[in-house]
């Protein structure tokens, strides 16, 4: 029959997406927690359900379930509820290119005809029969800006074109098709079949009407029941489209598969839609068309040309998305700060353990020029719980050195430091967990007068539960008194305790090593509501038969006292270069995160730069040194090692010892007597046995030459 007898060239409204937000953020996960720069094609999946309004059509949608968890699920689909009525499930790929660049330079034309040899292989095996929502198989590609929350994509609905297309004999509506006994069974029929779990998101399916206008619908797999004398027979779809003119695009796979298996040349077809919830045969399309199969078509290594991507505005170009602004600026903030680290375990440090840094609580003792920079630094690793101890006030010096502060926090007397570093920390890093402590720290050699011991002590306990409840420990103040004290508990607590501390033109990074009490049954039950298990692991690892590392006081042969009292104004003040802040406080923070990824955390060994291990590939951050001690004077660096010494006034056994047994009264007396710990400690006795040792030696040098000899 020629095309002019039979009728126009039968047209197809296309496909159109819709892909909610939820989607993206999904994606934008995959790849920076799965994914990284893998480009491997990700299969997903797409909802659609028939037209239920005259004047708008439904869409192909995305959702967040679309796409495979960031697990190690491989894929969403066993997840995806089946039997949703409003969702009929459609399988696609998704190719995320990792550069706007590689994005632009993507083979569409291969995409797409490989798609459709997809659906062509299914029609001729019968996979399309038996999973016939594969006929209306799509294809996604996208590059996600993650930095500017962009995201550029491009649909395609891969269709087999028909050479010569179809051609329409007639098309109208389904009610003016049908008798009224037809149309009541027809329309009872489909709404069971819609209705049904099994069948609701079953896109494809028969109608057959019998010569007493009983309506039935089936399977395609039942086509060849349905050859019975007598019946009508359409081929029925769920149809997006609202057009009263047009059948939606999903048609024209559906024809392909017709005229390929059956090899029907003439199809009536049913365009499926509905009115809240059930069949509207009003809205229904019925209609005729004539197929010719293209002789081509036999052979089964030939493939139809396909055609399929989706127009922008009515242009061949992709759309985009920015989502930065309809997001919370809080989530955006979280977003941004995880960027970098999550972009870092793509190649750089795939071991980098970010659960761990996120779940980290830090206590920061000193909140002036180190306090500030090691918060930061803190922040920039992860570290999202920090707590800041000081009972400073803000001075109008302090803003150019100290970078959480400002101008306005000098005023009317100057803020407290902790609270307005809390302040700045929070408006730099809103989801930051941040508490500020306005305490000041007892220190040794500042005596307690009678009146005030009760608050000294108060605080002495409030130091000790903060200390408790922190994973782990910076001591940053500027005297090395302010020191003693939390040292002390931080070994009875065998915390991670980090130590920076500054002169003029050089400075001391240090970690000190595990306390006195650190075998594993006395720290198991010590750190119960610690870092939860990762962090527990990392304070768990015996290490017994090797000598401990020190703490800052393992080297002094004298007891803590008081520094401040009787000092000029340039030694009352923290004088020392200003480039000595940040580059302590960024070792001190990149020190936490080595002992975090080191396999024996705390207990690790020290080493140096020049250490036979420096180059061990098992450690993702390379060495993990006790000291680093720098010096600007002439730029360099050096790694030392300092053990543990057995009279230490702040880590030896017989300082925590006492501790232990004596409480804040043994603290109060180390405060208000300065000899006590040397005393305790046996460095009293071992300053005169080394004054007594220089004599003696004199004396015995000088026996062969009595008349060198001078009287002392």
Sequence with gaps: MAREESGPILQFAPFQSSVDEGFWHRLSSLKLNKLGIDDSPIPITGFYAPCSHSQVSNHLTLLAESLPSDSNEESSAGTIARGN?????????LYNSNTWESFLALDKHSLLKAEAEKIWDDIHTGKAVENCAALSRFLLISFADLKKWTFHYWFAFPALAL???????????????????????????????????????????????????????????????????????????????HLPSHPGWPLRNFLALICSRWNLQRVQFLCYREN?????????????????????????????????????????????????????????????????????????????????????????????????????????????????????????SNPLRQSLYTLEDCLHGGDFKAVAAVKSLKRIFPAVEAEGVVMAIPMPGHPVPSQEVDRVLEDCRLLSDLIDSHDAIFLLTDTRESRWLPTLLCANANKITITAALGFD???????????????????????????????????????????????????????????????????????????????????????????????????????????????????????????????????????????????????????????????????????????????????????????????????????????????
């Design 85 to 93: 009525r409003n969702r009929c499930s459609v399988p696609g790929i």
């Design 506 to 712: 050089s400075f001391l990074v240090m970690r000190h090593g595990p306390g006195p009490f650190n075998h594993v049954h006395d720290l198991k039950a010590e750190t119960v509501d610690s870092l939860s298990a990762g962090m527990d692991n990392l304070a768990m690892t015996a290490r017994d038969g090797r000598q401990r590392l020190g703490c800052y006081f393992c080297n002094d042969v004298v007891a803590p006292t008081d520094s401040t009292s009787n000092r000029t104004l340039d030694q009352q003040c923290t004088v020392t270069r200003p480039g000595s802040a940040p580059i302590a406080s960024s070792l001190a923070v990149e020190l936490l995160v080595g002992i975090l990824h080191h396999p024996h955390g705390i207990f690790a060994e020290a080493e140096i730069s020049n250490s036979n291990n420096s180059g061990n590939t098992e450690l993702p951050l390379g060495i993990l040194p006790h000291q680093i001690r720098g010096s600007l004077s002439n730029f360099s660096q050096m790694t030392l090692v300092g053990h543990s010494s057995n009279s230490c006034t702040a880590c030896c056994q017989t300082v925590a010892s006492e501790y232990r047994n004596r409480g804040m009264e043994f603290v109060l007396q180390a405060i208000n007597h300065p000899t006590y710990l040397e005393d305790l400690t046996g460095l009293t006795e071992l300053m005169k046995s080394a004054n007594s040792f220089q004599l003696d030696w004199d004396n015995e040098t000088d026996d062969d030459n009595d008349d060198n000899c001078v009287e002392i």
């Design 276 to 396: 809240r919830g059930f069949a509207d045969l009003g809205l229904s399309l019925v209609g005729e068309a004539l197929v010719t199969v293209p002789q081509e078509w036999r052979d089964c290594q030939f493939v139809p040309n396909a055609v399929g991507w989706e127009l922008n505005k009515g242009r061949k170009v992709p759309r985009s998305i920015n989502l930065a602004k309809s997001m919370d600026p809080t989530r955006l903030a979280i977003s941004a700060a995880d960027l970098n680290l999550k972009l870092m375990r793509w190649r750089a440090l795939p071991s980098l353990n970010l659960d761990t840094l996120f779940s980290l609580k830090c206590l920061l003792l000193g909140a002036g020029t180190l306090g500030c920079q090691v918060a930061r630094m803190l922040m920039a690793w992860g570290v999202r719980k920090i707590t800041l101890i000081d009972s400073g006030k803000v001075a109008m």
């Design 163 to 241: 050479d010569p297309p179809a051609t329409l004999v007639d098309l109208k509506p389904a009610s003016q098709f049908f008798t009224l006994e037809e149309a009541e069974s027809v329309s009872g029929a489909c709404n069971e079949w819609r209705n049904s779990n099994a069948t609701a998101d079953v896109p494809f399916f028969l109608v057959s009407l019998s010569s007493d206008s009983h309506a039935t619908v089936r399977h395609l797999k039942d086509w060849e029941i349905c050859q019975g004398d007598g019946e009508k027979l359409l081929f029925a779809f769920y149809d997006p489209c």
